[in-house]
């Protein structure tokens, strides 16, 4: 009995050194999201108030109460962003003027597809890893150096996008024009199947946190890739989730998290997405110039480096250095102040008494 024991905990201490061990992991608890006149609107996992989603048309929702008692929530309306009248043209093999860079990492590598892995999880890569390899090499055929990193953030817990902070703040050394993270999401396979001229495809949900410095920027983006989507592939994108958390966007204002399909829908159809995500990422961040005057978009439009998407959202970017330093600096000049003058008046001579 004793080595049975032994072995057990001998195997017990292993699993987080066993790369491709699959395990049961259970999928968070998931909300169906109705607004004030009881119509479902979406689904997703884990809803706080104060959640906000975006869907096609532009329609911006926000949360308003969650029942945790029946996994459903309930949704306002509160605006509709004005969508950009675009024109697309026939030059989209025009070659960029500089070199175009992507960054890839995944902070939930165990992400995987029970139809296609055989497994929602895998302690280690999951078939997100796959999915996150077919973009890189999709994004390639559009003259776009995409690197991927596939550092391990496991396990998949809260602490797993402080660990993958760290990957994303060495991959934008390099400093690419944006930056995903690749993940799946746990929402049922209804809210991302979709079926066009007869043939089924997956969606792709983009999510944003609220949390962080570059949220607008980060939003504008999306909308854009939204946007351009509606007429390079109108089936890809479900919504916007805008989250309350940060999901390390802090980092760049082109900083985006893309759920590819969910757990129960074909891997196949993810992996197509992927391929049509890479479209939409080209010609978006690439090809489309917006007119400064009345926020219109040209897909394939005559290019130069102010009016780009991706120019344009690098001019607007949001300078974090002075923010950071000049604080830091503030208080290095107060310290060093505080520490001379203990030690001037530490050394300072008692003054002798007057005679007088």
């Keep these: 009995m004793k080595k049975i024991v032994i072995v057990l905990a001998i195997l017990f201490l292993m699993i987080p050194y066993t790369s491709h061990l699959t395990i049961a992991t259970e999928i968070g608890v ?26 096609r048309n532009f329609n911006e929702y926000e949360v308003y109460m969650v029942d945790e008692t029946n996994q459903s929530a309930k949704a ?41 892995d055989g497994t929602e999880s895998v302690y280690g890569k999951g078939g997100i890893h796959d999915i996150a390899k077919i973009l890189k090499s999709e994004l390639g055929k559009y003259n ?10 496991i396990p998949h817990n809260s602490s797993a996008y402080s660990r993958s902070n760290v990957t994303a703040q060495n991959l934008l050394k390099d400093s690419p024009d944006a930056i995903f993270d690749i993940h799946r999401d746990g929402a049922s ?19 944003l946190g609220q949390s962080n410095s570059n949220s607008q920027k980060n939003l504008e983006f999306a909308l854009y890739l939204m946007s351009v989507a509606e007429v390079e592939c109108p089936w890809l994108f479900h919504d916007i989730y805008w989250g309350k958390g940060h999901y390390n966007q802090a980092l760049s204002n082109k900083a985006l998290l893309f759920e590819m399909g969910t757990h ?5 159809y993810v992996e197509e997405s992927a391929k049509e995500l890479a479209k939409v990422i080209n010609a978006t961040l690439y090809k489309t110039t917006v007119d400064n005057n009345d926020n ?37 000049i107060a310290i060093a102040g505080a520490i001379t003058m203990f030690y001037t008046q530490k050394n300072k001579k008692p003054r002798k008494k007057s005679n007088k």
């Design 30 to 55: 998931i909300y169906q999201i109705y607004d004030e006149n009881d119509i479902l609107l979406t689904e997703r996992e884990d809803v706080e108030v104060g959640d906000k989603f975006i869907d």
């Design 76 to 116: 306002k309306y509160t605006k509709t962003y004005p969508k950009p009248n675009i024109t697309k043209k026939s030059n989209l093999e025009q070659i960029s003027a500089k070199p175009k860079k992507i960054a890839l990492y995944m902070t939930h590598n165990d992400e995987s597809y029970i139809l296609g």
């Design 144 to 153: 776009i150096t995409a690197t991927l990193d596939e550092t391990l953030h």
């Design 189 to 207: 396979r209804q809210y991302y199947l979709t079926k066009v001229d007869g043939k089924e495809h997956s969606k792709i949900r983009i999510v």
């Design 264 to 268: 129960t829908i074909e891997k196949s």
């Design 296 to 332: 219109s978009l040209t897909i394939g439009g005559e290019q130069n480096s102010e009016t780009t998407i991706n120019n344009k959202l690098d001019n607007n970017a949001i300078d974090l250095l002075p923010v950071i330093l000049i604080p830091s600096a503030i208080g290095a």
